[in-house]
């Protein structure tokens, strides 16, 4: 069964380091997004991606943050500047189409994020 | 901001009992999914109720939306070890359908 896949399952960084969080969408996938869930909270939208660009983007989505998918396979969110907030699980999302009734976004297993 | 609010926030039930789950709003959803997550793991799709009204069932689990689509509940029946994990809501928002708003979660214990 197609799954979406993350690495690495563990990041542990320092402060004000660069981080690039990769995810491989489900191959025919065309909408991918980035969620993240800070320890003990709910899962937040961080931002959606389609057509080689960001379709929208939370709040929380600052100058900090890119998405980039570099190759035919790969969708990426850096974080060029970690700060201790920073430190949750983030999970990479896709879809077939744009998310509505009819269609489920998969859920990679997830990055867990920790910055020192 | 749009929030979704679950309630219990915990449970612990004996297998064989029933539970309900609740997942309120102020906010009108397009449609509302429920998942479920493991530790360590993303959040698996279990169902998506789109009609106001609308109930869904899923074996032991019933899935109903508001008829205003702004809550929804989770019904299991007979409830299993094999149910304990975390619940949650997420709605997609009207006019905007590329992203999903999480409720707060259920964490759910089913005892033998």
């Known amino acids: 069964e197609p799954e979406v896949t993350q690495t690495p399952s563990h990041q542990v960084t320092q402060m004000g380091q660069e981080v690039i969080l990769r995810c491989v969408p489900i191959s025919n996938h065309l909408y991918f997004y980035w969620y993240r869930q800070i320890l003990g909270q709910k899962v937040e939208f961080l931002v959606s991606f389609y057509n080689n660009e960001i379709s929208e983007k939370s709040e929380i989505f600052d100058d900090q943050f890119s998405v980039e998918r570099p190759d035919g396979s790969n969708f990426t969110l850096k974080i060029r500047s970690t700060k201790l907030e920073d430190s949750a699980m983030y999970f990479c999302?896709?879809?077939?189409?744009?998310?509505?009734?009819?269609?489920?976004?998969?859920f990679g297993q997830g990055t867990r994020l920790t910055v020192v | 901001t749009q929030l979704l609010e679950q309630s219990p926030q915990f449970l612990s039930i004996q297998e064989g009992e029933n539970l309900t789950v609740y997942c309120n709003s102020s906010?009108?959803?397009?449609?509302l999914q429920w998942y479920r997550q493991e530790p360590g793991e993303g959040p698996v799709l279990l169902v998506t109720v789109v009609t106001g009204g609308e109930v869904k069932k899923l074996k032991r689990l019933t899935f109903q939306f508001g008829d205003a689509r702004k809550d929804s509940s989770l019904h299991i029946t007979a409830a299993q070890p094999g149910d304990t994990g975390l619940y949650l809501c997420a709605g997609l928002h009207t006019g905007t359908a590329s992203k999903l708003t999480f409720g707060t979660g259920t964490r759910l214990q089913v005892t033998l």
């Open positions: 906010s009108v959803f397009s449609s």
């Open positions: 999302a896709s879809s077939e189409r744009r998310q509505g009734a009819n269609t489920e976004a998969f």
